[in-house]
């Protein structure tokens, strides 16, 4: 176990998927508290990086965009030499400490020897003994830093503008709905993950009638033939076909700063594993979450009032509109 230096220069890498940089957040949420005078830069992908903008726990947010995300008008080349900035930038800043939360994925193995530090610490199965969750494995690499382990909520921060925005574009014809706005996100990555349209159409009529709820419907915009960025547009369309005259606005969020604005508008929600799930968790939005072939123990909600729904056949086709209508009743009774 090493010494703490009291002011040392640090650098997280995570380069993976939304909800795995929200997970990380606590950790980073740790290093600031417990070293106030320390440096601590984040690099993440531009796809995920507005679960860091205006994070009061780090000094500089650096990116970088995979191959996989080109937009229009951008060429490899171009975001290789804008990568090669990117690092020269970061070996110049002289880190002590490069963590990798994400475990030794060879892209940020590589990123990490090429910036350079004192130390260079990576996740690894000995990181295990802080708990089964996800957040508490990040957080024991603290530990091996001679911190104390601790394993804080996660933090996300709103754009006010973009959040007002939103709200005023919500329907004002909700009279006689003075119930809780539920946010219904209605996507997965995972197969098993996918709850059919009819049965999220069956919840919102379920939670109209128990609870004169407002729906705030969201997908992953897209059609599903996209190849690049294939979404549930056909999906989407599908539910509010089948709950016309229903309080139920769809929600399009083409950029991850307008999701994380629209969920902290919404009271609870209902999802599958995934990034939405753990973006409304680090917002403290209660939830009922469907899981399939993935680990709750080690991927749930972090910290935040949940039911989690986890049918013994991995799938969640399995899962009843009764079973989620009534886990969120009584979810926000004890709310």
């Known amino acids: 176990m090493d010494s703490p230096q009291k002011a040392p220069r640090i650098l997280v890498i995570r380069r993976d998927n939304i909800g795995d940089l929200v997970c990380t957040t606590p950790l980073i949420r740790a290093l600031r508290e417990q070293l106030p005078t320390a440096y601590i830069a984040a690099l993440v992908t531009r796809y995920n990086q507005a679960v860091m903008a205006g994070n009061p726990d780090i000094d500089a947010l650096f990116s970088y965009t995979k191959a996989k995300h080109l937009e229009r008008g951008e060429s490899r080349v171009g975001i290789l030499w804008s990568r090669v900035k ?19 994925q060879r892209s940020s193995l590589r990123f990490a020897k090429w910036i350079g530090a004192g130390k260079i610490l990576v996740r690894d199965e000995g990181d295990a003994v802080g708990g089964p969750h996800h957040v508490e494995q990040c957080c024991h690499q603290l530990v091996r830093m001679g911190l104390r382990f601790e394993t804080p909520l996660a933090r996300l921060m709103t754009e006010e503008a973009r959040v007002e925005k939103i709200r005023s574009a919500m329907p004002h014809d909700w009279s006689g709905h003075a119930g809780p706005v539920i946010a219904l996100h209605l996507s997965a990555r995972k197969p098993s993950q996918r709850w059919p349209a009819g049965r999220f159409a069956e919840l919102a009529r379920s939670l109209d009638e128990r609870l004169g709820a407002r ?17 549930d547009d056909e999906k989407a369309r599908e539910v509010l076909a089948a709950t016309a005259g229903l309080p139920v606005h769809p929600v399009v ?4 700063e307008d999701l994380i604005a629209a969920l902290s508008l919404c009271d609870a929600m209902v999802c599958s594993d995934g990034g939405a799930m753990h973006l ?3 917002l403290g939005k209660p939830m009922v979450c469907l899981f399939g072939d993935s680990d709750p123990e080690h991927w749930g909600p972090w910290k935040v009032p949940s039911v989690v729904l986890h049918p013994a056949s991995r799938e969640v086709t399995d899962i009843s509109v009764e079973e989620v209508s009534t886990s969120l009743g009584n979810l926000l009774q004890k709310a």
């Open 86 to 104: 990117t690092i020269w930038t970061l070996r110049k800043q002289r880190f002590d400490w490069i963590l990798l939360p994400g475990g030794p």
């Open 215 to 231: 729906i705030l419907l969201f997908w992953s915009p897209g059609s599903a033939d996209n190849a690049t960025h294939p979404g």
């Open 253 to 256: 969020t083409e950029r991850l």
């Open 280 to 282: 409304a968790a680090a």
